[in-house]
């Protein structure tokens, strides 16, 4: 399948088998013929968000993985097979995955910084966020992704990625199904120091190579032996990642992947994991691209598309300059929109997460069967038809 550069392909194909898990290595699959310092860097404030994609584990299933279920939709004669997280809708029923919440901090040489301004050679995510109050690693676990809000056209009173399948499927009022992320372990911070040439720091904001950053994020995998049975999250604070060695290629915010795993035993398993930037005020050229919209976006895709090879008809994403796709990440409909964030309070914080593209526009449905005939949610004016093709 080719990808869009808008939804860069993250091939963590360097991830070897050991005794419990697979993570060891990565590269991203586009190759960019700019090299590093060919065009210019944009500081903290001229950047966008992009969302990092990896083709996943190509249809292998097990059940040594989180909960997960499968259907297909017909679009032109062709069908298309899809798993999600949790249990058929159509048992009503609830499913909780446990989690577990890595904190990563990154300290930096001074050689790194390219971008000028006040240089800090530490990004700790127990630094607090002038914005929400609360450090990173409190920001994701007080976050609506773990903690109930009240969300809009009676699909209650739920966590957001549970308010996203309940709206895809027309589940509101007391229907029992829901699709829930368990309260996280905090594991101990890791702290990695970053090597000059694969770093690029700015005022706010620090980068680093993605294919280095893969690289640590699947030694780290490995080492801290992760049910697959688990989700885990991995947080950082004003960290992004520049496209494989090209500083000017700015800014990774987030991704979701599944890779092969082995138990001691030799039972094939698959582990699933996000990877989520918390981010302050006055990275991004959107204001409202802020804290977990990256998180609520990443988990959204997880729950839709865990194994990473959902293949749905191309499509075009909404925005100014559309680019296509042919996968079923909810998030990437969506993410170049000014209004893709949606408000949700909790205990006196406003959080932003991301209005997602619903199953319905994916399969061209009309009318929609998500709830009040939607394509989009919670924002349901986003999307006001399915899918054009590309």
């Not at 990004?123 to 009240?150: C, E, K, W, Y």
């Not at 009676?154 to 509101?172: E, L, P, W």
């Not at 640590?216 to 004003?238: A, C, E, M, W």
């Not at 035993?265 to 802020?290: C, D, K, L, M, Y």
Request: aromatic share 10%; proline share 7%; glycine share 8%.
């Amino acid at each position: 399948m080719r990808w869009s550069k808008r939804s860069l392909l993250l091939l963590m194909s360097g991830l070897a088998a050991l005794s419990l898990m697979v993570a060891t290595g990565s590269s991203f699959g586009v190759a960019h013929a700019a090299a590093a310092g060919s065009s210019p860097i944009p500081d903290d404030g001229h950047v966008s968000a992009k969302f990092a994609t990896q083709p996943g584990v190509n249809g292998f299933r097990t059940l040594n993985t989180i909960p997960w279920w499968g259907s297909s939709f017909t679009f032109q004669g062709q069908t298309f097979r899809f798993d999600m997280v949790g249990h058929s809708p159509d048992t009503n029923s609830s499913v909780t995955i446990p989690t577990v919440v890595i904190p990563m901090k990154f300290i930096f040489s001074p050689a790194s910084n390219f971008g000028g301004g006040n240089f800090s050679d530490v990004r700790d995510p127990t630094t607090i966020d002038p914005a929400t109050g609360l450090n990173s690693i409190q920001g994701t676990v007080d976050s609506p992704m773990f903690h109930a809000a009240a969300y809009p056209d009676n699909v209650g009173t739920v966590q957001f990625g549970d308010a996203i399948q309940r709206a895809t499927f027309d589940k509101t009022g007391g229907n029992g199904y829901h699709v829930l992320l368990g309260a996280p372990t905090v594991l101990p911070i890791q702290t990695i120091d970053v090597p000059a040439n694969v770093a690029d720091v700015h005022a706010i904001s620090a980068r680093i190579d993605s294919v280095w950053f893969g690289d640590r994020l699947g030694q780290l995998l490995n080492s801290l032996h992760i049910s697959p049975k688990t989700l885990p999250i991995f947080v950082t604070y004003d960290t992004v990642l520049f496209e494989g060695h090209n500083k000017a290629a700015c800014c990774i915010v987030g991704f979701h992947g599944a890779k092969t795993a082995l138990r001691g035993n030799g039972a094939q398993g698959v582990q699933t994991f996000i990877f989520e930037a918390f981010i302050s005020p006055g990275i991004f050229a959107n204001p409202s691209f802020v804290d977990v919209l990256a998180f609520s976006h990443e988990v959204a895709e997880w729950l839709n598309d865990p194994f990473v090879d959902n293949a749905v008809p191309p499509w075009l994403a909404l925005g100014p300059a559309p680019f296509c796709q042919a996968n079923l990440e909810t998030g990437d409909v969506i993410e170049e929109l000014h209004n893709a964030a949606f408000l949700v309070l909790l205990n006196g914080i406003t959080f932003h997460v991301q209005t997602e593209a619903l199953l319905p526009w994916f399969e061209r449905q009309s009318p929609s069967t998500a709830v009040v005939g939607a394509y989009s949610y919670p924002n349901t004016s986003i999307a006001t038809t399915f899918a054009q093709s590309c």
